[in-house]
């Protein structure tokens, strides 16, 4: 039987304690936690001292290329308690044919739906599940706009746990049935996922569940995180001019902004860093008014549509934390509408044959919109993210058929 070794073998971990984010109270590691007592996402810190005179870079050669090969980094103490669907490294995906039409020196895309259940939220939930069965959780709940339920429902199942999700009514038909086939106990809910959301947090007495929703446990940015460790690898230790991430919850971007960080504490990276950009839908756009109106929280968006509904989040608990790292990196926050994010997806995938995501799309829509507003460079060197595989979407419909028992008209078919 095969036994990946950054699973099953004993690795050391840094650990110290855990931090609110808004007031920097330390909390005690190893005891389940929610929010601060100042009601704010939690972030784990590390002896980043230990970590750079006891982990060396060589040491990754050997290791399977999976999001685990940075156990020194991550919060999970006990190899078994890892609950793992085999999460891969995601590639770096360039966009040749489009770089060429804009005139850009090079466009890539880490493609995150190559990881189990086909989107990013595998990294999060990855580790927030596995944290939970170290500290003794049972049953986990959680709002979704779909690709999130999907990872825990998937997590839970695989750990022994019971879930339970709920997704606002118009999510997707096929990420709702992925979630209740993957094993959780789910709803539809009429309001957006801040309501679904409410119930969650309402329950929590009554059902004896864990409350998972986004930056509600301080476990989800530090599966996130993943993305900025495997990325600097994967560049040579080294980061793009500018990230474009589709921004919701902004757990990535928080995370991805921390891992930075650490990086550079252990000595592993330099000083230079991403421009972080935000990308929103004009539908729902709260962190690009707050960033436009120089204000640390925003207020709830109301009536919030859009085609990409995992970005589609009136109102975020790390809304500061995403808004600290946009204007530390000398970032920006950026909204495109839902024709530009449909443009976007069937320009890629006829361009350059990569199937983006709706959310995956908006970054493709704005870093073209910035282009045009000279907010970025040609030559700067662009990294987008797609956050999920487009196979969980609607896609247009394809109406053209073929009688085959009468003449084919071939010239026809080169003008179609």
């Known amino acids: 039987m095969y036994a990946d070794p950054n699973l099953a073998a004993p690795r050391p971990t840094f650990v110290t304690h855990l931090e609110c984010s808004a007031t920097g109270e330390h909390y005690p590691a190893d005891e389940l936690h929610g929010l601060s007592r100042a009601g704010k996402p939690l972030l784990v810190r590390y002896d980043l001292d230990g970590v750079r005179t006891q982990w060396s870079r060589d040491s990754l050669v050997d290791r399977p290329a999976s999001l685990w090969r940075y156990r020194e980094l991550l919060p999970v103490r006990q190899a078994e308690n ?3 669907l085999g999460e891969t490294t995601t590639p770096l995906i360039g966009l040749p044919r489009l770089a060429k039409t804009v005139g850009a020196t090079e466009i890539l895309v880490k493609d995150e739906g190559r990881l189990p259940t086909g989107s990013f939220k595998a990294r999060g939930l990855c580790m927030a599940v596995s944290m939970a ?4 959780v049972t049953r986990m709940a959680m709002p979704t706009n ?3 339920g999907a990872a825990l429902a998937a997590y839970c199942s695989r750990a022994g746990m019971e879930s339970y999700v709920f997704c606002p009514a118009d999510t997707p038909d096929v990420n709702v049935r992925e979630i209740a086939l993957q094993g959780a106990k789910t709803w539809r809910v009429n309001g957006l996922i801040n309501d679904c959301g409410r119930i969650v947090g309402e329950g929590k007495e009554q ?4 409350d998972t929703s986004t930056l509600k446990e301080p476990y989800r940015i530090e599966g996130k995180k993943t993305m ?7 560049l040579g230790w080294d980061v793009p001019d500018v990230i474009f991430y589709p921004t919701g919850g902004g ?4 995370g991805m902004w921390k891992a930075f960080a650490e990086l550079e504490a252990i000595g592993w990276l330099g000083q230079k860093r991403p421009r972080m950009v935000a990308v929103q839908a004009t539908g729902c756009a709260p962190i690009v008014k ?4 120089g204000e640390e929280h925003a207020p709830l968006w109301e009536n919030a549509q859009t085609v990409a509904s995992g970005i589609r989040v009136p109102i975020a608990v790390g809304d500061f934390l995403i808004l600290r790292a946009v204007r530390e990196s000398g970032g920006f926050a950026i909204a495109v509408d839902d024709e530009s994010i449909i443009n976007a997806q069937q320009e890629a995938a006829r361009s350059d044959g990569l199937l983006m995501g709706p959310e995956g799309a908006a970054t493709l829509a704005a870093y073209r919109k910035s282009l045009a507003e000279g907010r970025i460079a040609k030559t700067d060197q662009v990294l987008l993210f797609n956050c999920g595989t487009a196979l969980k979407y609607p896609m247009p419909a394809v109406d053209a058929a073929l009688d085959r028992t009468k003449p084919i008209d071939y010239t026809a078919l080169a003008r179609a």
Request: no cysteine.
């Open 82 to 84: 890892i609950v793992s």
């Open 133 to 136: 069965k170290e500290l003794g």
């Open 146 to 148: 779909g690709n999130a």
């Open 207 to 210: 059902m004896a569940w864990f």
């Open 228 to 234: 900025g460790l495997e990325l600097a690898e994967q």
């Open 251 to 254: 757990t990535g971007l928080i």
């Open 290 to 293: 707050a960033f436009e109106q």
